[in-house]
């Protein structure tokens, strides 16, 4: 059983920005500007430890009522999303807290004459904001973000010629206004390159042409800094991005970095597993109610490559952006931090919290990425925990930072010594994993448990590494493993079988039938060959599911009740999966009574007569809970209202409840009906939410930026247009501003009304 990984990364456009002005420039702070000093590129990651981003401010850019960015725009863009002035109240509240980074997020094209000249006003405002953090003793990474139209293009795959001139021009200008700022200064190239307004802006399986732009782009920066005047041109750390600044590992496949250069480092975006931190598509697999086994593989997965493809190289890694959507799932999120820093830490990766002062809305719940009030510097109740784990594991002196950089080095029997599965190329492409044709695998070859006991399989393969799979007789009880190390050299992936398949496999081990190759791209498997294991200890990850067989008849009337046990006020989750021939899972929540028993209830007619390998399965808190005993028709009593959803199916499932004397939990077919706004069209209330406020302002630019991701129709549409009749504007977002700064009385007002 897996959940497929949602690669594709919508960013984050949400709320606010605007900008003032500044005045002198500052020299460098005591003896950070002394050549002594000189750090290695991994003593700064290391001494960055961990991060926050100024989002959605000095990166903000206004637009016209059609939702275009404006050519050029004044200082007041740094409000223009909705965030306040960047203050240094705000930036004292991080240093005490524990932030040692800051990433600025700036963007320029509107702040530029015809000649690429920046306008010394806002460049003085960003070197304002720059000295809020340094002068506190802090790293910060200064970039260029939003370069609309200019860099984030749909023609990028052929727009080398035109965006060189231009990026080099605004880096030689930031680079001479900073060039005395010492190595606590970094340099990001550009954030997320990508051919923007094209299908594959996102997500595209081999953006040859774009990472190629984009490599020689970067070479062009890395030329231009180190060629530069100022003490610290040849030691300040640069970091550059690959195409989007993916974590997948397709498009870290595609980076190249510049030869002979000691102070570069990868700069990724890593808001992983997407179904978890900000996805709210439960048809696609998004849930936040917990961080479910699956999730935390998931996460594992990337963040070892990330060690693997650069740490292991000797190539520093930048997190720049990472966080978790607030749907309201602290414990959850605070799960998925402990797991996430844990491990960066200990692979010597600073991460660098996104935060765009949105702390929640419920019109885009996957945008809730606020953490702290900007002007009081207080954090938010909500996410506060997030950030004490953040802090609690940074400080932990038993997690060492940097002590998992390194893969492991094992000896290996050669090849030729082993028993081969396959001998010859197959191909196989993770498009085509429908039936019947399952070309998302080898072929199955049939095995024992006799046959691998004190083994490990090594697969020689060309393209995406391969993930081995087994099963049973029937191909049921599907069991997949990752290798445990990686010869990138000779393309050789090892899988300790012996010690992985194990911790695994649910059942007997004698059942073990077939074994697989599974690819999530294209993978060409050359050979797959048992070999003897190393004598070598591997961490391997425990599955502590419970999982316990149903056994159905064809008839799917009524309910099927699961009884539980465990410990009162215990919360738990999983799921009933089956095969169809797909797998299909229908996840379940619910908290044990006070009497130490709950009841999960499932439709029967959601299970398809035809069902195969029918199985409960307990996720979440599995040692204080076990199923005692299962019903087949019994009646439905509920008293836990939850969320469910079904993976791999486009059934969408909710639950109900009624009042009963133990706790149970009873998944049913509903319907969801809005309830309609009952105020009157233009009122304001964009977001539906009963209340006209800022939420509203930010709704509406975000739908003009963004529509096809921010959609207003129908009501809430109706309720936007607030100024004259003609559709939604940028108009209507000011005067909601002007409504709500008491300029005028009231929703809405007709068109061509002067508002002073």
């Known amino acids: 059983m897996f959940i497929e990984k949602n690669v594709k990364r919508l960013v984050s456009i949400s709320a606010a920005a605007a900008c003032i002005f500044s005045s002198l420039r500052i020299a460098p702070i005591g003896d950070y500007a002394t050549a002594a000093n000189t750090m290695t590129a991994f003593q700064i990651t290391q001494n960055m430890k961990v991060g926050w981003n100024l989002g959605n401010t000095l990166d903000a850019y206004a637009q016209d009522e059609n939702g275009n960015p404006l050519t050029t725009y004044g200082l007041d863009s740094e409000t223009c999303w909705g965030c306040p002035k960047a203050n240094e109240t705000l930036f004292k509240a991080l240093k005490a807290k524990g932030f040692n980074t800051v990433r600025i997020p700036t963007t320029w094209f509107q702040h530029l004459d015809s000649n690429n000249n920046v306008d010394p006003a806002w460049m003085a405002r960003v070197h304002e904001v720059v000295d809020y953090a340094y002068k506190n003793g802090m790293y910060v990474i200064l970039n260029i973000h939003h370069e609309e139209g200019w860099i984030n293009r749909p023609d990028l795959a052929t727009a080398y010629d035109d965006i060189k001139p231009r990026l080099l021009k605004l880096w030689e200008q930031i680079a001479t206004e900073f060039k005395d700022y010492d190595q606590h200064l970094i340099f990001e190239c550009m954030n997320e390159p990508r051919a923007k307004g094209t299908d594959w802006e996102w997500w595209y399986a081999t953006p040859v042409a774009e990472a190629d732009v984009i490599n020689k782009l970067e070479a062009d920066f890395v030329k231009l800094i180190r060629g530069m005047d100022g003490p610290y041109a040849k030691t300040r750390l640069l970091m550059l991005p690959g195409y989007v600044a993916s974590s997948d590992k397709t498009f870290l496949n595609q980076i190249v970095l510049p030869e002979n250069d000691d102070f570069l480092a990868v700069s990724i975006h890593a808001y992983t597993p997407y179904n978890f931190t900000m996805n709210t598509d439960e048809k696609t697999g998004a849930y936040h109610d917990t961080f479910t086994k699956e999730f935390s593989n998931d996460l594992a997965y990337n963040l070892q490559n990330f060690r693997d493809m ?15 959507s607030n749907f309201g799932n602290t414990q959850a999120r605070v799960d998925w931090t402990t797991q996430y820093f844990t491990t960066t830490k200990k692979y010597g990766i600073p991460c660098v ?95 024992s448990w006799n046959d691998l006991k004190g083994k490990e399989v090594a697969i020689k393969y060309t393209g995406d590494t391969p993930v081995l799979c087994f099963s049973d007789k029937s191909y049921d009880n599907w069991t997949e493993i990752s290798p445990y190390t990686v010869d990138e050299k000779n393309g050789i992936a090892y899988y300790l079988v012996d010690k992985q398949l194990p911790a695994s496999w649910s059942g007997d081990l004698s059942n073990v039938n077939h074994i697989q190759a599974r690819t999530a791209a294209v993978t060409v498997v050359k050979q797959m060959v048992v070999l003897n294991a190393p004598d070598v200890e591997v961490e391997v990850p425990v599955d502590k599911t419970k999982k316990y067989k149903i056994d159905l008849d064809s008839n799917r009337n009524g309910n099927l009740t699961i009884n539980l046990t465990g ?8 799921c009933l999966g089956f095969k169809t021939p797909d797998w299909t899972q229908i996840e379940w929540e619910t908290t044990i009574g006070s009497d130490g028993t709950a009841a999960v209830t499932i439709a029967l007619d959601k299970i398809p007569a035809d069902a195969t390998s029918i199985e409960f399965q ?10 005692k005993d299962y019903k087949v028709g019994a009646a439905q009593q509920t008293t836990t209202t939850t969320t469910t959803s079904t993976t791999t199916t486009t059934t969408t499932t909710t639950v109900t409840s009624t009042t009963t004397t133990s706790a149970t939990t009873t998944v049913t077919e ?20 009963g209340e006209v406020d800022m939420g509203d ?60």
């Open 310 to 324: 650069f740490i292991n190289k000797d190539v520093p890694v930048v997190i720049g952006e990472m966080g978790t």
């Open 353 to 447: 919290l996104w935060d765009n002062n949105i702390e929640s809305n419920p019109k885009a719940p996957g945008e809730c990425h606020g953490y702290i009030n900007r002007e009081t510097g207080e954090w938010y109740s909500s996410s506060l925990p997030i950030i004490n784990k953040m802090m609690e594991i940074m400080n932990d002196d038993k997690i060492v930072w940097g002590s998992e950089g390194k893969m492991p080095e094992y000896s290996h029997q050669d090849l030729s010594a082993g028993k081969a599965l396959i001998s010859s190329d197959v191909e196989i492409d993770a498009a085509k994993a429908a039936a019947p044709v399952y070309g998302n695998t080898t072929p199955g070859v049939e095995i």
């Open 670 to 689: 509903t319907t969801t009906v809005s309830t309609p706004n009952t105020k009157s069209t233009g009122n304001g209330d964009a977001n539906q939410d």
């Open 618 to 627: 307990i996720w979440y808190n599995p040692e204080k809970v076990e199923m």
């Open 697 to 756: 302002v930010v709704l509406i630019m975000q739908s003009l930026a963004n529509p096809n991701k921010y959609q207003l129709n129908g009501k809430a549409a109706e309720a936007a247009d607030v100024y004259g009749n003609d559709g939604v504007t940028v108009k209507d977002a000011q005067v909601i501003q002007l409504f709500l700064l008491h300029k005028i009385n009231s929703l809405p007002v007709a068109e061509g009304t002067v508002v002073d």
């Open 567 to 574: 410990e009162a006020g215990t919360l738990t989750n999983g």
